[in-house]
């Protein structure tokens, strides 16, 4: 999964005034409900599962789908379905918080350096490319031979590597945002940096904003189960949608159920979250239309 084309990314900066209203692309409605659906299973998790997704229950392993086990059992007995319910408070949580990391550091990186002068913004760039070097599995490796593996540390591994992504889109934003007239005139009036930035840059890239959160919260999902099937993310008996693939590895040609279910549940979630970044992105990009 690749991230957006940030050297080519579109802003758009018109002035305050009426719009001409688009119609709500079908990609934005899908994506927008399965997101809901995943994020209502999530909060539903806090107070209701039909098991105990920890519980571990010899008598019951291996049990077939049926209507008190809805997805069946594991081999240690526990309920797949309680599990995939937790499993998505825990892909959620690190998705949101490697994303707050990496848009926290990464958007006023992009403004700093669009707005900065030619030598000062490139180097800015070249630092941040530094970053491209250490994808999130290897920032994971590192951190957990000194910190060990857990879920703090693939978030913040996977936060790291997407500041990359939020910055270079950002600065392309920006540096559309400060060849305006509006912008111009503030200069010229004598408004500072950061007043441009806030008044100007930032509410202008939003949109932008808005758009790689949500692609780099897909990215997170995947990125979250990947390291969790290698030993790298959540550890038990927290579940896990990754963990729990990796446990069915060896009980695949008596059960295949169990790889199937999360699976399902990790390539749903990433399509919802794909399909609303695309809608938003047709949804603020008006330029988006035109080339349909």
Same mark, same amino acid.
């Given at each position: ?7 080519a ?34 909060l ?7 098991h ?29 379905f ?5 499993g ?5 949580f %690190?998705?949101? *918080? #490697?994303? @707050?990391? /990496? ?7 992009? !403004?700093?350096? &669009? ?6 913004g ?12 250490f ?13 060990g593996?857990?879920?703090? %540390?693939?978030? *913040? #591994?996977? @936060?790291? /590597? ?7 889109? !950002?600065r392309? &934003? ?16 004598g ?23 949500? *692609?780099?919260?897909?990215? /997170? ?42 699976g ?7 399509l ?5 970044g695309?809608?938003l ?12």
């Open positions: 999964m690749s991230a957006p084309n940030t050297e990314a579109v802003v758009s900066v018109a002035p305050e005034g009426r719009r001409r209203r688009r119609p709500v692309p079908g990609s934005l409605l899908v994506g927008a409900l399965i997101v809901v659906a995943v994020l209502g299973m999530a539903l998790s806090f107070v209701w599962t039909p105990d997704p920890t519980l571990v229950n010899p008598a019951a392993r291996l049990e077939t789908p049926s209507s008190e086990y809805w997805f069946g059992t594991d081999k240690f007995g526990r309920d797949v309680s599990q995939i319910m937790m998505s408070r825990t892909t959620l %690190v998705g949101f *918080v #490697a994303v @707050g990391v /990496a848009a926290l550091v990464g958007v006023p990186l992009g !403004i700093v350096a &669009g707005m900065a002068p030619g030598w000062f490139e180097l800015l760039m070249r630092g941040n490319d530094l970053i491209l070097a994808p999130a599995l290897l920032l994971t490796i590192m951190f957990s031979a000194v910190y593996a857990g879920t703090l %540390v693939a978030m *913040v #591994a996977i @936060g790291i /590597a997407s500041i990359p992504h939020f910055a270079r889109l !950002i392309g &934003g920006t540096l559309q945002v400060m060849r305006t007239e509006y912008v111009v005139a503030a200069r010229a009036a408004r500072g940096p950061f007043a441009i930035a806030v008044r100007h840059v930032l509410p202008n890239v939003s949109g932008l904003v808005i758009v790689q959160a949500s *692609v780099g919260f897909a990215i /997170a999902v995947l990125a979250e189960a990947a390291l969790s099937f290698l030993g790298f993310g959540t550890p038990p008996p927290t579940p896990s949608w990754g963990r729990m693939l990796q446990e069915s590895q060896e009980m695949l040609s008596i059960a295949p159920r169990l790889a199937v279910f999360p399902i549940a990790i390539a749903v979630a990433v919802g979250f794909n399909l609303l695309d809608g992105r047709d949804r603020f990009d008006p330029k988006m239309e035109d080339r349909r």
